[in-house]
Each structure stands twice: as C-alpha cells, then as structure tokens.
C-alpha cells in the first residue's frame, strides 16, 4: 500500500527534545507512524529515523492520546495497523509526499549549485570546457562536473543536467531542446589512400575499400549514405577500423588508412584546404550532425540558473559554429570541384 511513498526523516532531529504537546500538527510525528506502519516494528523505525526506540514508542503513544483512539495493535509481530490507523495513512500518505514535492520545488528552484555537463570529447576538448569555464568565473558559487558525452536519456534519467548530443532524439518527452548547428559530413581520404586503392564512385564501391568509423555511446556505425534524399544500400567495407573519437578518427584517415565517413570536416579545413585530405564521391553524404543542448524540463523549471547556463551555451555555440559551418562548406565545395577540374 505505501511502497511508492520514501519516507524522509532527514531535518527531523529536533524530535529527540520534542515536548510532547499536539504532535498531531508536526509532520514527522506522522513521519514516525507511517515509517511504523510500514515496517511494522518499533525498532526499526527508530533506527530509520535516528531516534531512541523508546522516543519513537512514546510519539506513536501520544499521538493515540490526542487522538483518542489505538493506532498499532502491538499484541502482534509484526505490529499491524488498526482500521482507523489504516484509514489516517491512507488519507496522510499523499499529503505528505506533496509537501515533499512542493519543499523540493522551493527549495531548489534557486538552489543550483552544482551541474553536472556532457559533450562529445572532440568538442569538450576543443570549445566547451572553455565556455564552461568561461561561465563559472561569472557565476562564483556554481560548480561544474564535465564528463564524457552523454544521450537524451541520460538526461531524461537524471544522470547529467546537461548535455550536448548530436542527433535529433525520437522522443523528446520532458527533455529542452535548444538547436544550435546542423552539419553534413562529406567522405574524406587522402591522395595516397586514393593512389594505392582507387577512389570509390558508389556506395557499392565501399565493398572493395577500408572504412574509418566511428562509434560512440550517441552514434552506432554509419550504414547507410544519402544523395538528394535518396538512401544507399547498407554498407559494406572490405575491412573496418572503428574508434570512439572524432581526433582518433582524424589520425586514422591523415594516416592513409582508409575512407572516412564520419569525420566533422570542420576538424580538417587546413587540411583540405591544401588538398592532404580530399573529398570523394561527390553528393554522397551521412545524416547530417544535428547539434543541440539538452535539459530535462523538470530541473530548468527548479532552477533559473540551469536555464540561463543552457541557453547561454546555446547561443554562443550558435554564434560561434554558424560561420564555421559556412566556411567548411565553402572550402568543401572548392576541393569538389577542384578534383573534378584534375
């Protein structure tokens, strides 16, 4: 009946000097006869509540006298509550959990103090923990725990405040979302890969090449390519090497060992630019990078120092990759065209 209730005791240690006078109005008096209730033991009771056992028989003992009826039949192990006890608890249970809920809301709605921050490692590496840090010499009192990247649903669980994922989640049930890039990603390789192997015109040409792929916990292997909305086969590579990072996955392809479809060409402009990595088949692209900054609504709704930090990162992520993202079009476009002028 009360498995969904959690009983908490923590703010209570004033009932070890309580004077024994209308307990029925103090909340952890009832606290007391719920979590009795619940065990059906005296003992345990006040091991939960970090009180004398003695303590705890005496508060249940004067709330029965102010209420004027038996509350426990103590006649029985376990003790078992009597039908007007079962009737309080039933009517007192969820009064109790919505003042929890309402003392949690207040009192954390400005209380932040600590936010926990994912990104994929490339950028934390490259941008965020920059801007992280960037925001809390702004904000003294508010500290941050960055960590590896993280999915919708971890956010969605609680397990990060916030994070930044770069795909469009399916459900996006009780989740902020705030867009701030969207990318295509040509495949890259370098002139000597192309040399010694061919350069592949199809999908179906992939079969006779080496593929670089990444796989994080946000982005399972590419399989499938798009040219003006059309879908390719699944691929299939002669051998793969997969990685986790988009730096490793930079040394990989600058290295000569294969085709990449995964690498952000934002991570290789210079080397693009003077030709060290070119794109091939052109048209062919994977799902493009759909960046966002992701908060659960129930924690920006508590607390106007996580909204305002997740928008902040937003924008500035927003105003720092759009002419990125023109840019890297642009010198991708020219290596295109450059290769079919050769």
């Known amino acids: 009946m009360h498995q969904g209730f959690h009983l908490n005791f923590q703010g209570y240690s004033h009932m070890r000097n309580m004077v024994m006078a209308e307990l029925r109005n103090d909340l952890a008096a009832w606290r007391i006869l719920l979590a009795a209730v619940r065990t059906g033991s005296i003992r ?11 303590k705890v028989s005496r508060i249940i003992s004067e709330l029965e006298r102010e209420l004027g009826f038996e509350l426990l039949d103590r006649s029985t192990r376990p003790m078992k509550p009597t039908p ?14 919505g003042f929890d809920r309402m003392w949690e809301h207040f009192s954390k709605k400005e209380a932040m103090r ?16 920059a801007l992280v840090a960037k925001w809390a010499d702004a904000h003294p009192g508010i500290t941050f725990d960055i960590r590896p990247e993280a999915t919708a649903d971890d956010v969605r669980n609680g397990l990060v405040d916030v994070a930044v994922i770069n795909y469009v989640p399916l459900d996006a049930t009780g989740l902020v979302l705030r867009r701030y890039n969207s990318s295509r990603t040509p495949l890259l390789a370098t002139p000597e890969y192309i040399r010694a192997h061919g350069a592949p015109s199809s999908p179906e040409d992939l079969a006779q090449h080496t593929g670089l792929l990444l796989e994080t916990v946000m982005h399972p292997p590419t399989q499938i390519l798009k040219k003006n909305g059309a879908a390719s086969p699944i691929l299939r590579w002669k051998e793969v090497f997969t990685t986790h990072d988009q730096m490793t996955l930079r040394e990989l392809v600058l290295s000569s060992l294969g085709i990449t479809v995964d690498l952000y060409a934002g991570h290789v402009l210079p080397e693009i630019r003077r030709g060290r990595l070119v794109p ?25 120092a996580l909204s305002d930090f997740a928008a902040y990162v937003a924008l500035e992520a927003e105003a720092t990759w759009a ?13 295109f065209r450059r290769r079919l002028r050769s």
């Open 323 to 335: 002419p990125i993202r023109e840019e890297t079009n642009r010198v991708v476009e020219e290596a």
């Open 84 to 97: 007007s006890c079962r009737d309080l608890v039933e009517g007192m249970t969820p009064l109790l959990a």
């Open 280 to 304: 091939i088949m052109p048209g062919w692209r994977r799902e493009p990078w759909q960046m966002s900054v992701v908060t659960r609504w129930e924690d920006e709704a508590r607390s106007k």
């Open 114 to 129: 600590h936010v926990s921050f994912a990104a994929p490692i490339d950028l934390c590496r490259l941008y965020f923990s």
């Open 44 to 54: 345990e009771t006040a091991l939960q509540a970090d009180l004398p056992a003695a």
